[in-house]
């Protein structure tokens, strides 16, 4: 008997194994197309990175340059009967290759900065990390309580919604200048835009989860007696702890988005800094080696949250 194959069935449960093999293949894909595009010379390679001048006064050892103008200096060297030019097909310096990056990776926490008064990277993703965990401990502080008080009781949901439905649309951007105003050039402005990036959209994804929980633990409550303030801690907020604590999970990625609009304001220093420094240098491997630290943080942090959950909540992992 030939059984139906279940690869496209909806909702069906990966094996640990194809968990694992799905995990490494989401990173396999991009990385082989990057390596494509930067060792296979016939894909992409619109310049032509210069190995020898010969005798054009033009062109320099290292120049990376268009073909056409590349040709274009040759010929006229043919015709004059001089020494060509020498290159290989090379990707424009904006799109540095793997394994570059890889070894950026390294040298950029032992690279000390070209000028005396910038961080050095280890240094500067210290300082984002900080500013992440204390803009989003503030908004959870405020967002979480006030959107499980709105998900649960009708009247707090109809004196905070239409206010925070408003406000939500409105970009954390535009109050970068008054932060700064108010809070001076330091990390209190970017704290505080993360707040407001993050604090009303949790308070209504929260309050969201909220009012999803199960109505049939509700009324199991209030049949054993369980009335008013307490029928919200012992009963509605133990069901939806982990659901909340998986919305938290994403809002902290959230966090993260607003972090490079928070360091754009007034900043001299965080990863968003490191990296126009860099940019502005021409180092572009250690751009994106810092970018990658940037979602290397976020992925430890979120694996370090979903492992913490697991042990909070087995019931949940085992439903």
């Known amino acids: 008997m030939a059984y139906p194959d279940r690869t496209w069935q909806p909702f069906r449960a990966l094996t640990p194994r194809q968990g694992l093999a799905a995990w490494v293949l989401s990173f396999v894909l991009p990385l082989g197309l990057w390596a494509v595009v930067s060792y296979v010379p016939f894909v992409w390679h619109p310049l032509m990175k210069v190995s020898s001048a010969g005798d054009s006064m033009v062109l320099q050892v290292g120049d990376r340059v268009d073909r056409a103008d590349f040709e ?5 060297l043919k015709a004059e009967g001089k020494a060509l030019a020498q290159g290989e097909p090379a990707n424009p310096i904006f799109l540095p290759a793997p394994h570059e990056v890889a070894e950026a990776l390294v040298t950029a926490f032992t690279t000390p900065p070209r000028r005396a008064d910038d961080l050095w990277l280890h240094e500067s993703l210290t ?8 803009g989003f401990f503030l908004s959870s502080l ?3 309580p006030l959107g499980i008080l709105c998900g649960a009781y009708g009247w707090v949901r109809g004196a905070v919604w239409p206010f925070f439905e408003f406000f939500r649309y409105l970009p954390a951007p535009a109050f970068g200048a008054l932060c700064v105003a108010v809070l001076g050039i330091a990390d209190a ?3 505080a835009i993360i707040v407001i990036g993050t604090l009303f959209q949790q308070v209504l994804v929260i309050a969201n989860t909220t009012a999803k929980a199960d109505r049939t633990l509700v009324e199991a409550g209030q049949t054993l007696g369980v009335k008013g303030p307490r029928l919200l801690t012992r009963v509605v907020l133990p069901g939806i702890l982990p659901d909340v604590w998986k919305d938290q999970r994403i809002l902290l990625g959230w966090a993260w988005t607003y972090l490079i609009v928070a360091e754009v304001v007034g900043s001299s220093s965080g990863i968003t800094y490191f990296i126009n420094q860099q940019a502005k240098y021409r180092i572009y491997d250690h751009v994106y080696a810092a970018i990658g630290m940037i979602g290397i943080l976020g992925l430890t942090m979120d694996a370090g949250l979903a492992w913490l959950g697991r042990r909070l909540f087995p019931w949940k992992e085992a439903s």
């Not at 274009?72 to 006229?76: D, F, L, T, Y």
């Not at 300082?127 to 204390?134: D, G, R, Y």
């Open 72 to 76: 274009k200096e040759n010929a006229g």
């Open 127 to 134: 300082k984002s990390l900080q500013v992440i965990l204390w």
């Open 142 to 144: 405020i967002g979480v």
């Open 189 to 191: 402005p970017k704290v």
